[in-house]
């Protein structure tokens, strides 16, 4: 790597071995839609079928990829008009087939688009309607304003109202998952900045649910500084692994956008404990015997059964690329953006790590995503029988952005 600036470590990732495997293999030039059914290695396709939450997580990494490519920081041989085209046929794919009246959308869908029998989702819900914002954030057409804000509004009542759906890994009831809070923040800051590069006076008129959505996932932040993944309302289960386990990427994941949406909301008064956060995580999910992060932490007390209980259980040591990439640019924004000193020493660890472990080279195509807890090739299903190429694009994406980028987040 020599003296390359990890930004451009980032683009040349991007050009040269992500987007070309998902613009090559991923896109259904036929039916509309995206393929991401393929094995961990990137060398076959297990299925066209497509789950709604990897169809609209890729319209927004077209859309953003479209963004960056328009302001000189990504070069790709057909430019951004072909990526918008994409994104737009995409988004068409998924309003035809998958979003409901009400703003529920299928699970998942066939090649053509039929819905196949499946569990609602708020997750792939919340996909929707982020792929659908941040294509609207990149043309500035306020036509898809109206879905995005009635699918935000239906997950976030969902997750209000208690035991929403949250397949693949639903929990019991009475349990309060930091995940489905976190996709309602995520989802409001992807609403709140559609509807500013859709609005004349770039007004958001979602401040208040986006700073109530803020408060809700921040409420997990424990003293120590790392956040509790599930609440039980049970006090008898509190001595169980679903009580107890930590999920270091997660909630690492989860800070950058509560920094986010602070600055976007000018409400920054937390930040402090936001950011000692970051290092707190970083010291709790780090292998010291293998290096990298893992999963879960803290796997230890009373069983009480489920599968999300099984999850933990079975991969608790495992490797995962979108913990690492949420990390690196978790760690690399408390770094830039406020002079974190030790958040830059865990970036630069869990940068190197990142580099040295996922990206396929002789054992695969574009990165390998599951590893094992010393690094090999994981061929194994987690979550989606999907190679979801979102966390790594959006990541590599955010990072690449970030020395351009002005105090509150965007381009100056």
């Known amino acids: ?21 998902w613009l090559e293999h991923g896109i259904d030039t036929v039916h509309g839609g995206f393929f991401t059914c393929f094995d961990n290695r990137g060398r076959r396709r297990l299925s066209t079928d497509k789950f709604t939450w990897s169809q609209g997580r890729f319209v927004w990494l077209l859309a953003r990829a479209a963004r960056l490519a328009d302001r000189g920081l990504l070069t790709l041989p057909d430019g951004s ?13 998924l309003l035809d087939h998958a979003v409901q009246s009400d703003g529920r959308c299928a699970y998942v869908m066939d090649e053509r688009g039929a819905p ?25 057409s306020p036509e898809h304003l109206p879905t995005i804000d009635l699918i935000v509004q239906r997950v976030a009542d969902d997750v209000a109202a208690g035991d929403p759906p949250t397949p693949p890994y639903p929990l019991p009831p009475g ?13 409001r800051l992807d609403q709140a900045r559609a509807h500013q ?6 007004a958001n008129p979602y401040a208040d649910e986006l700073r109530a959505a803020r408060r809700a996932m ?34 690492l994941e989860g800070i950058w956008m509560a920094l986010e949406a602070g600055e976007l909301l000018g409400e920054t008064g937390d930040h402090g404990d936001l950011l000692a956060s970051v290092s707190a995580l970083c010291e709790a999910g780090w292998d010291d015997e293998h290096g990298g992060l893992f999963r879960y932490v803290d796997v230890s007390g009373r069983p009480y059964g489920g599968p999300y209980e099984d999850l933990v259980r079975r991969t608790w040591s495992t490797k995962l690329w979108w913990a690492h990439t949420e990390a690196a640019y978790t760690t690399r924004l408390a770094a830039e953006r406020y002079a974190d000193r030790e958040a830059a020493g865990w970036f630069d660890r869990i940068w190197d790590y990142t580099l040295r472990t996922f990206p396929g080279g002789a054992d695969g195509e574009e990165w390998i995503q599951i590893r094992d807890r010393a690094g090999a090739p994981l061929d194994e299903v987690v979550a989606l029988p999907v190679k ?16 351009r980028l002005g105090a509150q987040g965007e381009q100056p």
Do not use: K, W
């Open 1 to 21: 790597m020599g003296s390359e600036q990890p930004d451009q470590i980032a683009r040349r990732q991007l050009e040269d071995v992500i987007l070309p495997f």
């Open 81 to 93: 008009g072909a990526l918008v085209r994409h994104a737009e046929r995409g988004a068409a794919f």
């Open 116 to 140: 196949l029998p499946a569990e609602r989702s708020v997750f792939a819900d919340a996909f929707v309607a982020m792929g659908l914002a941040e294509l609207t954030r990149h043309t500035g």
């Open 175 to 187: 349990c309060s998952g930091f995940g489905a809070r976190m996709i309602v923040l995520n989802a």
């Open 197 to 202: 590069a859709a609005s004349a006076d770039q």
């Open 388 to 403: 979801d190429p979102y966390h790594i694009a959006r990541n590599l994406m955010q990072i690449v952005e970030l020395p």
């Open 218 to 251: 921040v409420a997990h932040r424990e003293e120590s500084g790392l956040f509790t993944e599930t609440f039980v309302a049970d006090p008898g289960m509190r001595d169980t692994v679903l009580a107890r386990h930590r999920t270091p990427g997660h909630a």
